[in-house]
């Protein structure tokens, strides 16, 4: 009775994690979807919340720390390096490349390509013996296989760049649950705990999705009315000027007068700039609030009655004199 009890148990828990895994992973995929609509970063979106889950596994290893007494795993920059780069370089960018897809596709596009990552993991398991050769697993490959072609066979909201974004995460994610099962399994590094390989991660996944982010968000954000309100990149070269002019002075570089003249010149066509985009954009909404004014009928005709009753007191006052 015991035993059983105890299988019962581990079998109740398992169904629960499952669950809530289930739960959370389709919350996030139509939050994903959403967040895109609205702000169309999603590289951005996915660092910020690598940081977030950098700081939350922080922040639960010092509890734990300081709960039991006892110090937790923690690998050197080079044993990251060694160790935990190719997990983390395929886990960024399955994540950044999944979230970029949802610019370009469904979300049932998606989750039916998604759920390809499953014959990766299969071949990646198959190739690093983690798992054995049986027919099941071929008869599976083969169902995901043929569902996924008549899924998206002529399909009318088809996207193919999407597709191949959510194709390649799918690849990257086979590498991604295979590397992150070994990198678990090693007892020498002490990361069978996710909170702790969490923690390892996250700063190596920052450090491979940043140089993506850079090429292919970063002047969009930078010039973005979502983010800093521009509607031009006319503030664009002063950010850069002073980037430039940081980078000279910390590099030790020495900047002739003439460069310095050239600098203050190239501030002052900027300042200029920004100085007359702010009168104009003063006048427009002048103009505008005129227009808007002279077109509104109740308020003509409350400008007529002011100015009639201004012609009357004039003349009461003419009278009395």
């Known amino acids: 009775m015991g035993a059983g009890a105890a299988a019962l148990g581990r079998a109740a828990l398992a169904a629960a994690l499952v ?28 660092l910020l919340h690598l940081l977030l889950i950098f700081a939350l596994s922080a922040l639960f290893r010092a509890l734990a720390r300081c709960r039991s007494g006892r110090p937790r795993a923690t690998l050197s920059w080079a044993d990251c390096l060694r160790r935990a780069a190719p997990a983390a370089l395929s886990t960024s960018l399955d994540i950044g490349l999944s979230n970029w897809s949802f610019l370009y596709v469904t979300v049932s596009l998606y989750t039916m390509t998604k759920s390809s990552a499953i014959l990766f993991i299969l071949l990646f398991s198959l190739l690093f013996k983690l798992e054995e050769m ?26 193919t760049q999407g597709f191949m974004l959510v194709l390649c995460a799918s690849f990257l994610g086979g590498i991604r649950w295979t590397l992150t099962q070994i990198l678990m399994q090693k007892a020498e590094l002490g990361l069978q705990n996710p909170i702790d390989i969490m923690f390892h991660l996250q700063p190596l996944m920052f450090l491979v999705l940043f140089p993506l982010f850079a090429v292919f968000e970063g002047l969009p954000l ?17 950010l850069e000027i002073c980037i430039l002019l940081l980078a000279t002075r910390l590099l030790g570089d020495h900047l002739s007068l003439l460069n310095w003249l ?60």
Request: aromatic share 12%; proline share 3%.
């Open 222 to 238: 930078s010039v973005s009315e979502k983010l800093f309100h521009f509607h031009e990149a006319g503030m664009l070269p002063c």
């Open 19 to 46: 669950l809530l895994y289930y739960g959370f992973s389709i919350g996030i995929t139509f939050y994903n979807k959403w967040l895109v609509k609205s702000f169309p970063f999603p590289l951005l979106a996915t």
């Open 262 to 321: 050239g600098f203050a010149v190239c501030l002052s066509g900027i300042s200029l700039h920004v100085i007359l985009k702010a009168i104009n954009t003063k006048g427009e909404k002048t103009l505008n609030l005129n227009e808007e004014a002279s077109s509104d009928p109740d308020l003509e005709l409350l400008l007529h009655h002011t100015e009639h009753g201004e012609e009357e007191e004039d003349v009461e006052t003419i009278q009395q004199h």
């Open 134 to 159: 049986r027919v099941a697993l071929v008869l599976v490959v083969l169902l995901i296989a043929g569902g996924l072609f008549m899924f998206t066979y002529k399909s009318t909201q088809f996207n």
